[in-house]
């Protein structure tokens, strides 16, 4: 069974930084892809990014474009979410996945964390 642990969410004010992690065991990471959602309340979870297994390819969703960068450490097995210029938009709980391949598609990830909350302050 995989496991994904997400952490690095808090309560920062727009226009800083934060850096989330997942932690992933269970299952060799180097062979799945892995994704991160957001969720605000009151609203459908969203993509956010995807990167591929051996972290060659990403995709964005537009909101984030320019403003976040999913990265990924095999050796690690741990992925990341750098988010800089955040807005109170971004507020919301972040949710990493992971799946056999890439995919904007929510449906496609097989495993989940459980969520880390980011709030952004005005």
């Known amino acids: 069974q995989v496991q994904l642990v997400e952490s690095g969410g808090g309560l920062v004010q727009a226009g800083d930084s934060l850096r989330l992690s997942c932690a992933v065991s269970?299952?060799?990471?180097?062979?799945?892809?892995m994704g991160w959602f957001r969720q605000a309340p009151g609203k459908e979870r969203e993509f956010v990014a995807t990167i591929s297994p051996s972290g060659i390819v990403s995709y964005y969703a537009a909101s984030v474009k320019g403003r976040f960068t999913i990265s990924r450490d095999n050796a690690k097995n741990t992925g990341y979410l750098q988010m800089n210029s955040l807005k109170p938009e971004d507020t919301a709980v972040f949710y990493c996945a992971a799946a056999n391949r890439v995919d904007v598609r929510s449906s496609t990830y097989n495993y989940w964390g459980q969520g880390t909350q980011v709030t952004v302050s005005s």
């Open positions: 269970g299952r060799t990471f180097s062979s799945l892809a």
